[in-house]
């Protein structure tokens, strides 16, 4: 049986609306994208912030993405 990887947040959201365009940007880049918090969100309202998350394999290829795209500062990453 093979283990899951681990799935790392790497950019977080207040509006649904902003994540379209990133999540498709990271997609043509061949990131796959997974959207935490989304439905929580739409149905109760802002009580948390909507994280997208990647595999963990994928994180130093999708934060040099976010950067090289302009959706993200490295200041904006801590690790």
């Given at each position: 049986m093979e283990e899951e990887e681990?799935?790392?947040?790497?950019?977080?959201?207040n509006?649904?609306?902003d994540i379209p365009i990133v999540?498709?940007?990271l997609e043509t880049e061949g990131i796959q994208v997974f959207v935490?918090?989304?439905?929580?969100h739409?149905?109760?309202?802002?009580?948390c912030?909507?994280?997208m998350?990647?595999?963990?394999?994928?994180?130093?290829?999708?934060?040099?993405?976010?950067?090289e795209g302009g959706f993200s500062k490295d200041e904006d990453f801590t690790t």
């Open positions: 681990k799935l790392v947040t790497i950019k977080t959201f509006l649904p609306a999540q498709s940007f935490k918090n989304l439905t929580t739409r149905l109760i309202g802002p009580i912030d909507i994280e998350q990647v595999k963990s394999s994928d994180y130093l290829s999708a934060k040099r993405a976010l950067i």
